[in-house]
């Protein structure tokens, strides 16, 4: 399949199917490690799914695109009188 054609639907179901197929091939190295099983591999499939069922709920498009108006209200105070308090240590700051 080539990627370039998938979708985000089709991409998120890839990857929940690939974690399964790796669950179900996992192949212990020894007699001391258990295979994984189906009960633990079913209870993954519902998380996923149930995972996939909130992700689509709680995030919102970020596609969606709407314009924006502010109101542009001049202030009556000239910019140039205004006057910083010593107080505030900003005296770096010089008028020009």
Request: glycine share 2%.
């Amino acid at each position: 399949m080539a990627v370039a054609c998938c979708t985000n639907v089709q991409l998120e179901m890839i990857c929940f199917v690939q974690i399964i197929k790796i669950l179900n091939l996992y192949t212990p190295m020894n007699e001391f490690e258990e295979r994984v099983p189906i009960s633990f591999i079913r209870k993954i499939q519902e998380q996923l799914a149930s995972t996939k069922e909130q992700s689509q709920s709680l995030l919102m498009d970020t596609k969606l695109l709407f314009a924006v108006n502010f109101q542009f209200s001049p202030s009556p105070v000239c910019l140039e009188m205004i006057e910083s308090p010593a107080e505030w240590g900003l005296g770096f700051l010089r008028k020009l």
